[in-house]
């Protein structure tokens, strides 16, 4: 069983930054890989970035091609928090930000490859 709580949302203007975090806790989390998904009302839930390790070292990043070179996502080793900072916030952004855990060897990008989800943390970026 794997546990995440995300947190940092809110409202900002166009043009602003975020940070938001997900504590990762539970048995095992160390063997998941963990990325970021939101969902806008009447929209699926779309990719935005992961994090995959092998071993406690950083292996790999991935950004959806909507948020690179806005977004960077991190880890927190000692605390096992991995955040993503968000510059240059658009009113496009806006929506509900899920961190999700999933298995090392499945697929990063596609969501219901995930195992667990945190309850979501509300973005909103007014123009």
């Known amino acids: 069983q794997v546990q995440l709580v995300e947190s940092g949302g809110g409202l900002v203007q166009t043009g602003g930054s975020l940070r938001l975090s997900c504590a990762v806790s539970g048995r095992a989390s160390s063997s998941y890989n963990i990325g970021w998904f939101r969902q806008a009302p009447g929209k699926e839930r779309e990719f935005v970035t992961a994090?995959?390790?092998?071993?406690?070292?950083?292996?790999?990043?991935e950004y959806a091609d909507s948020v690179k070179d806005r977004f960077r996502i991190s880890r927190d080793h000692a605390k096992n928090i991995i955040h993503v900072q968000m510059n240059s916030l658009k009113p496009e952004d806006t929506a509900v930000y899920y961190c999700?855990?999933?298995?090392?060897?499945?697929?990063?990008?596609?969501?219901?490859?995930?195992?667990?989800w945190g309850q979501g943390t509300q973005v909103t970026v007014s123009s």
């Open positions: 994090l995959l390790w092998n071993g406690g070292s950083v292996f790999l990043s």
């Open positions: 999700g855990a999933v298995g090392s060897g499945r697929s990063v990008w596609l969501f219901n490859e995930y195992d667990y």
